[in-house]
């Protein structure tokens, strides 16, 4: 029907005034893949009835079933097609398109407020037209517009690669159902082919043993048949006939094919029996896929011509190119028999080039060229064309052994697409395909290049920055194109995460892994040469994962779709970051080990188990999310090659050899108190601290609290209660914390607050004896020194953390598991350092669980005067406490709180400082003190009176240190509570000191803000 008797759709279109980039921020046409070559608006929505109404296009070549595929899952379709095309509806059409040139996928899609019309050459182009539609409905309405395009190349592929996959290697390739959703979604983006290369994947009957474990079976390969049939994309299996022949000659049933013996990689050429066979596995295909046109025969990289006495004698005589020729030529000629066009690869071509002649003409050649620029043979597309023969050119996504086996190397790869794409197509070839080739980085991130070849493909004048702000729409449901540069950012080399491929002994076994175990990179990256290189692109990669994790913290919220992506590429950044950081501690550690400070030592050994943790927790992520899509025994293998145990009992052994310099049979987690970098918005950071420290969460809530949880009486789940709401009401944000603490370790909300607040209804424990002690120096500057007591259990899960978040920076020694203050110190000066003491008679328990309630002050004190105003806000629950406050302007005071009394004592300027014990002082609070013991009131005398009579030495960190290092401020060595870890805090410098040996062993580690900035 002519586009004038459709009146009422005409009418309605005929303001359409405007081009789509005056209307780019419409979301329906910016976010269309690929970019069509007239996109013209109109105004308002097209108005389509519910259910649609719809007819099937004259030709007969597009089923009812493939619309309802193409565009089922955004309109709501009619019951059964029209037998016309309906008068409102969608209208699907055969007629002239008005397009340039002669494509039979050109389309013209007409979308008005009574409905829309969809004309075509053939059904192809209706179809087309279909997955445009798709895109334009996928956030809502569809806008009034016309639309015409047609593609540039006639032929677009993507690669299914299976190519070496099997239950023994470490590959990452789509399980059955992923595979399924891939083809749906290149279909989407008007791909019309696939090379299918299954290999062993393949379910041979009369080879049977050459089918692995994991094989697809009958059933699901006649699925994916008939989804590509359903797609009208056309299959074109990839069965190797010369090279790279593992997946048959890796079974001894086939050793007569080989052409060495002991070699799996290649066939022998001169072996009458190989093109029998190789015959055998076409017919196969036949059976499992009728009405195949094409067919890839392989025949690259075979690097072993010649070898065996039979082929060096053809080669002395005729050559290798003979050789290659005869035996490539004769594989040709009997596909061709079968009605299937030939496709060959052209390495060996270029290679030989008198090979060629060999060739039967109707063989179709594929060019593939990674990388135009840098390619290291010369450009060959246009002289096989001169030469008479039909050319498809390859580019490629992943393939190149760089980059890491976590991500996806995307610099070169998009350049190489760009550049052979629009090379091929100015040479007047017009089929393409992107390979993808099998690796262990995760295969969803690949879609990101694919669908830009795709954009490619149809319409080569696409830039990549205008399909990064579609891809960003389309895909994630996003505005901003930010998103895209990740995929680039984490394209990096990673010692220690390198591809497979990168350390094989033998590139012709890839059976062979034998290079790629930890002790023999360990021995790699330590060369002197090497190890400088090594740890610069571990930081760097360190760098770039955090960076990456930062900005999707960011983003994140913001999609609206493509979970799955986000999901690949927060997995990707995770574990860079922990492989880098490992790596980092393993190069660090050596250095430290051959000749480093005890300063230096500690330090070491107090990053080292969040080092351990994240790995830990990257390794087990990894597996988890890359199994939801992949063959279990594939990622089981990737997991345990990507995250060796050897590496981490490596580093263990060194972190034991290192603790051991300094306290003689201590391992690192005895002489260090455990650092975490915990940086984020709450709920983030607690998800970080809770994943990095699950092992340990895990035996503290089973340790500490499984017994309160289970036997606590009615009176102690009020409390906790009254404590929870008042947390939730006042302090949402730790709530959120909490929460991601719980989500990352795998515990519930519940056990994680009981881990927080058990202290809070317990009572304060006999010989508890932490000081907060505040000192001038000759300068005037105030240093805050602070012991803790604990016992043997408690030492092992101090934390020192770093958070930084809305512009806040500080750092608070804690528990793992829980947002405690111990001891604190901001970026703005303020020092914090809190001890037990007694709780306020009859408080209520509607508060917050004292050991956190100065978490708040550290997000709204800058100085003492703030944060004692602070904690006047603050209602305690559970016992109290008191608090030495100093800042970096010279103010001191002791805070004494409990439920909702609090006392002050502040530092004048003409004293020189102060302590605060585990009693009440001031006037407001000495009623507080009356359930203390004598015992309990004598030894905190005796720490004021030592502090006293300290006060006439010279102040400073080393005086302090030496103060905490003494009776009776120090006791260590007690049974039950005793002195197990010290801190020193110098608000001015910005610096805090931190020991986890007893004070008296004067072992600190220095941590500063100017650290990881």
Same mark, same amino acid.
């Given at each position: 029907?002519?586009?004038?008797?459709?009146?009422?759709?005409?009418?309605?279109?005929?303001?359409?005034?405007?081009?789509?980039?005056?209307?780019?921020?419409?979301?329906?046409?910016?976010?269309?893949?690929?970019?069509?070559?007239? &996109?013209?608006?109109?105004?308002?929505?097209?108005?389509?009835?519910?259910?649609?109404?719809?007819?099937?296009?004259?030709?007969?070549?597009?089923?009812?079933?493939?619309?309802?595929?193409?565009?089922?899952?955004?309109?709501?379709?009619?019951?059964?097609?029209?037998?016309?095309?309906?008068? =409102?509806?969608?209208?699907?059409?055969?007629?002239?398109?008005?397009?340039?040139?002669?494509?039979?996928?050109?389309?013209?899609?007409?979308?008005?407020?009574?409905?829309?019309?969809?004309?075509?050459?053939?059904?192809?182009?209706?179809?087309?037209?279909?997955?445009?539609?798709?895109?334009?409905?996928?956030?809502?309405?569809?806008?009034?517009?016309?639309?015409?395009?047609?593609?540039?190349?006639?032929?677009?592929?993507?690669?299914?690669?299976?190519?070496?996959?099997?239950?023994?290697?470490?590959?990452?390739?789509?399980?059955?159902?992923?595979?399924?959703?891939?083809?749906?979604?290149?279909?989407?983006?008007?791909?019309?082919?696939?090379?299918?290369?299954?290999?062993?994947?393949?379910?041979?009957?009369?080879?049977?043993?050459?089918?692995?474990?994991?094989?697809?079976?009958?059933?699901?390969?006649?699925?994916?048949?008939?989804?590509?049939?359903?797609?009208?994309?056309?299959?074109?299996?990839?069965?190797?006939?010369?090279?790279?022949?593992?997946?048959?000659?890796?079974?001894?049933?086939?050793?007569?094919?080989?052409?060495?013996?002991?070699?799996?990689?290649?066939?022998?050429?001169?072996?009458?029996?190989?093109?029998?066979?190789?015959?055998?596995?076409?017919?196969?295909?036949?059976?499992?896929?009728?009405?195949?046109?094409?067919?890839?025969?392989?025949?690259?990289?075979?690097?072993?011509?010649?070898?065996?006495?039979?082929?060096?004698?053809?080669?002395?005589?005729?050559?290798?190119?003979?050789?290659?020729?005869?035996?490539?030529?004769?594989?040709?000629?009997?596909?061709?028999?079968?009605?299937?066009?030939?496709?060959?690869?052209?390495?060996?071509?270029?290679?030989?080039?008198?090979?060629?002649?060999?060739?039967?003409?109707?063989?179709?050649?594929?060019?593939? #060229?990674?990388?135009?620029? /840098?390619?290291?043979?010369?450009?060959?597309?246009?002289?096989?064309?001169?030469?008479?023969?039909?050319?498809?050119?390859?580019?490629?996504?992943?393939?190149?052994?760089?980059?890491?086996?976590?991500?996806?190397?995307?610099?070169?790869?998009?350049?190489?697409?760009?550049?052979? /794409?629009?090379?091929?197509?100015?040479?007047?070839?017009?089929?393409?395909?992107?390979?993808?080739?099998?690796?262990?980085?995760?295969?969803?991130?690949?879609?990101?290049?694919?669908?830009?070849?795709?954009?490619?493909?149809?319409?080569?004048?696409?830039?990549?920055?205008?399909?990064?702000?579609?891809?960003?729409?389309?895909?994630?449901?996003?505005?901003?194109?930010?998103?895209?540069?990740?995929?680039?950012?984490?394209?990096?080399?990673?010692?220690?995460?390198?591809?497979?491929?990168?350390?094989?002994?033998?590139?012709?076994?890839?059976?062979?892994?034998?290079?790629?175990?930890?002790?023999?990179?360990?021995?790699?990256?330590?060369?002197?040469?090497?190890?400088?290189?090594?740890?610069?692109?571990?930081?760097?990669?360190?760098?770039?994962?955090?960076?990456?994790?930062?900005?999707?913290?960011?983003?994140?919220?913001? &999609?609206?779709?493509?979970?799955?992506?986000?999901?690949?590429?927060?997995?990707?950044?995770?574990?860079?970051?922990?492989?880098?950081?490992?790596?980092?501690?393993?190069?660090?550690?050596?250095?430290?080990?051959?000749?480093?400070?005890?300063?230096?030592?500690?330090?070491?050994?107090?990053?080292?188990?969040?080092?351990?943790?994240?790995?830990?927790?990257?390794?087990?992520?990894?597996?988890?999310?890359?199994?939801?899509?992949?063959?279990?025994?594939?990622?089981?293998?990737?997991?345990?090659?990507?995250?060796?145990?050897?590496?981490?009992?490596?580093?263990?052994?060194?972190?034991?050899?290192?603790?051991?310099?300094?306290?003689?049979?201590?391992?690192?987690?005895?002489?260090?108190?455990?650092?975490?970098?915990?940086?984020?918005?709450?709920?983030?950071?607690?998800?970080?601290?809770?994943?990095?420290?699950?092992?340990?969460?895990?035996?503290?809530?089973?340790?500490? &609290?499984?017994?309160?949880?289970?036997?606590?009486?009615?009176?102690?789940?009020?409390?906790?209660?009254?404590?929870?709401?008042?947390?939730?009401?006042?302090?949402?944000?730790?709530?959120?914390?909490?929460?991601?603490?719980?989500? =990352?370790?795998?515990? *519930?909300?519940?056990?994680?607050?009981?881990?927080?607040?058990?202290?809070?209804?317990?009572?304060?424990?006999?010989?508890?004896?932490?000081?907060?002690?505040?000192?001038?120096?000759?300068?005037?500057?105030?240093?805050?020194?602070?012991?803790?007591?604990?016992?043997?259990?408690?030492?092992?899960? /101090?934390?020192?953390?770093?958070?930084?978040?809305?512009?806040?920076?500080?750092?608070?020694?804690?528990?793992?598991?829980?947002?405690?203050?111990?001891?604190?110190?901001?970026?703005?000066?303020?020092?914090?350092?809190?001890?037990?003491?007694?709780?306020?008679?009859?408080?209520?328990?509607? =508060?917050?669980?004292?050991?956190?309630?100065?978490?708040?002050?550290?997000?709204?004190?800058?100085?003492?005067?703030?944060?004692?105003?602070?904690?006047?806000?603050?209602?305690?629950?559970?016992?109290?406490?008191?608090?030495?406050?100093?800042?970096?302007?010279?103010?001191?005071?002791?805070?004494?709180?409990?439920?909702?009394?609090?006392?002050?004592?502040?530092?004048?300027?003409?004293?020189?400082?102060?302590?605060?014990?585990?009693?009440?002082? *001031?006037?407001?609070?000495?009623?507080?003190?009356?359930?203390?013991?004598?015992?309990?009131?004598? #030894?905190?005398?005796?720490?004021?009176?030592?502090?006293?009579?300290?006060?006439?030495?010279?102040?400073?960190?080393?005086?302090?240190?030496?103060?905490?290092?003494?009776?009776?401020?120090?006791?260590?060595?007690?049974?039950?509570?005793?002195?197990?870890?010290?801190?020193?805090?110098?608000?001015?410098?910005?610096?805090?000191?931190?020991?986890?040996?007893?004070?008296?062993?004067?072992?600190?580690?220095?941590?500063?803000?100017?650290?990881?900035?």
């Amino acid at each position: 029907m002519r586009l004038h008797s459709f009146v009422a759709l005409t009418v309605s279109c005929a303001p359409i005034i405007a081009s789509l980039q005056a209307h780019a921020e419409d979301t329906a046409f910016a976010s269309l893949i690929p970019q069509p070559r007239s &996109c013209s608006a109109g105004e308002g929505f097209c108005g389509l009835p519910s259910p649609v109404p719809f007819n099937l296009p004259a030709d007969g070549r597009l089923s009812e079933e493939t619309i309802r595929l193409t565009v089922g899952h955004r309109l709501v379709l009619a019951a059964q097609p029209s037998e016309m095309p309906p008068a =409102g509806g969608l209208r699907l059409l055969i007629g002239d398109p008005r397009a340039q040139g002669q494509s039979l996928e050109a389309y013209r899609l007409i979308a008005g407020q009574s409905g829309i019309e969809i004309t075509g050459r053939t059904g192809e182009g209706v179809l087309n037209g279909l997955r445009t539609l798709a895109q334009l409905a996928i956030d809502g309405p569809i806008p009034c517009c016309e639309i015409v395009d047609w593609p540039d190349a006639s032929l677009r592929g993507t690669h299914l690669c299976y190519h070496l996959v099997r239950e023994t290697l470490a590959y990452n390739t789509p399980s059955f159902d992923a595979l399924m959703e891939l083809i749906d979604r290149m279909a989407s983006v008007k791909i019309n082919a696939v090379l299918l290369e299954l290999e062993a994947m393949f379910p041979y009957r009369r080879h049977a043993k050459i089918t692995c474990d994991i094989a697809f079976t009958r059933e699901q390969i006649e699925r994916l048949r008939r989804c590509c049939e359903l797609h009208h994309i056309e299959i074109i299996p990839m069965v190797q006939c010369l090279g790279h022949a593992y997946s048959v000659l890796t079974r001894e049933e086939y050793a007569e094919y080989r052409e060495l013996p002991d070699h799996i990689q290649q066939y022998c050429p001169t072996n009458p029996k190989v093109a029998d066979l190789y015959m055998e596995f076409v017919d196969e295909y036949l059976q499992a896929f009728p009405g195949l046109r094409q067919w890839h025969v392989g025949g690259d990289e075979s690097r072993m011509l010649g070898r065996c006495p039979r082929c060096e004698e053809k080669v002395g005589r005729l050559g290798v190119a003979r050789l290659y020729g005869d035996h490539v030529g004769e594989i040709a000629r009997r596909v061709a028999a079968k009605g299937l066009k030939p496709l060959l690869w052209s390495d060996m071509l270029e290679a030989h080039p008198e090979a060629v002649d060999q060739l039967p003409k109707d063989v179709k050649i594929v060019y593939w #060229n990674y990388h135009l620029a /840098t390619w290291p043979r010369p450009y060959a597309a246009a002289t096989f064309m001169k030469k008479g023969f039909e050319v498809l050119c390859a580019n490629a996504v992943r393939s190149l052994a760089l980059g890491t086996e976590l991500s996806v190397y995307y610099p070169l790869a998009l350049e190489g697409i760009e550049s052979l /794409t629009r090379r091929a197509l100015s040479d007047g070839c017009r089929e393409i395909i992107t390979t993808n080739w099998m690796k262990g980085s995760p295969h969803e991130s690949t879609q990101y290049g694919l669908v830009y070849a795709a954009a490619l493909d149809w319409n080569q004048s696409t830039s990549l920055t205008e399909f990064q702000d579609r891809y960003a729409r389309l895909t994630f449901g996003l505005a901003d194109p930010r998103i895209c540069a990740l995929y680039e950012r984490l394209s990096l080399r990673l010692p220690y995460a390198e591809p497979v491929q990168n350390h094989m002994v033998n590139r012709l076994d890839r059976f062979n892994l034998s290079g790629l175990r930890f002790p023999e990179k360990w021995g790699r990256y330590t060369k002197p040469d090497a190890e400088p290189a090594a740890r610069d692109q571990l930081s760097k990669g360190f760098r770039a994962a955090s960076d990456v994790l930062a900005q999707l913290d960011q983003i994140q919220p913001s &999609c609206i779709r493509g979970r799955r992506e986000v999901e690949m590429l927060r997995l990707s950044a995770e574990c860079i970051r922990a492989k880098a950081r490992l790596g980092l501690a393993l190069h660090e550690g050596r250095q430290i080990e051959a000749a480093g400070a005890n300063e230096q030592i500690l330090r070491w050994c107090a990053e080292l188990p969040a080092t351990v943790g994240q790995w830990r927790a990257a390794k087990e992520r990894h597996h988890r999310v890359l199994l939801q899509t992949g063959f279990k025994p594939c990622i089981d293998f990737l997991n345990e090659l990507m995250f060796e145990p050897a590496e981490l009992e490596f580093l263990q052994q060194m972190g034991d050899r290192l603790a051991g310099k300094i306290a003689e049979g201590k391992g690192p987690a005895q002489v260090a108190v455990a650092f975490l970098d915990n940086p984020g918005p709450p709920y983030q950071r607690g998800f970080v601290h809770g994943r990095t420290f699950r092992s340990q969460i895990h035996e503290d809530v089973d340790f500490w &609290c499984r017994q309160r949880i289970n036997t606590a009486g009615e009176r102690v789940l009020s409390a906790k209660r009254q404590m929870f709401s008042h947390v939730l009401e006042h302090y949402p944000c730790i709530i959120q914390e909490l929460q991601g603490i719980a989500d =990352g370790a795998g515990k *519930s909300l519940d056990e994680i607050f009981w881990l927080n607040i058990f202290n809070a209804v317990s009572r304060v424990q006999a010989g508890e004896a932490c000081s907060a002690v505040i000192r001038r120096d000759a300068a005037g500057a105030l240093h805050l020194g602070k012991t803790t007591d604990s016992d043997d259990e408690q030492r092992k899960v /101090t934390l020192l953390r770093r958070v930084r978040d809305q512009g806040r920076d500080f750092y608070v020694l804690g528990w793992v598991g829980t947002v405690w203050v111990e001891v604190a110190l901001t970026r703005s000066g303020l020092a914090i350092g809190a001890n037990s003491a007694p709780a306020q008679p009859g408080q209520s328990a509607s =508060g917050i669980p004292q050991h956190f309630g100065a978490y708040p002050v550290l997000f709204e004190a800058d100085n003492v005067d703030q944060a004692i105003a602070a904690f006047q806000k603050i209602r305690f629950a559970g016992k109290g406490l008191v608090f030495g406050l100093a800042d970096a302007a010279g103010n001191a005071a002791v805070l004494e709180k409990t439920g909702t009394a609090q006392g002050v004592i502040r530092l004048h300027p003409d004293q020189p400082g102060v302590i605060g014990v585990n009693d009440y002082r *001031s006037a407001a609070m000495q009623a507080h003190n009356a359930g203390v013991d004598e015992a309990r009131r004598r #030894n905190c005398q005796d720490r004021r009176d030592a502090f006293e009579r300290w006060l006439s030495s010279t102040g400073g960190p080393d005086a302090i240190a030496q103060l905490l290092s003494e009776p009776p401020l120090c006791q260590a060595g007690q049974i039950g509570l005793h002195t197990v870890d010290a801190a020193i805090l110098s608000p001015a410098a910005g610096e805090f000191r931190l020991t986890g040996l007893p004070p008296s062993a004067k072992q600190y580690a220095t941590w500063r803000f100017a650290d990881g900035d």
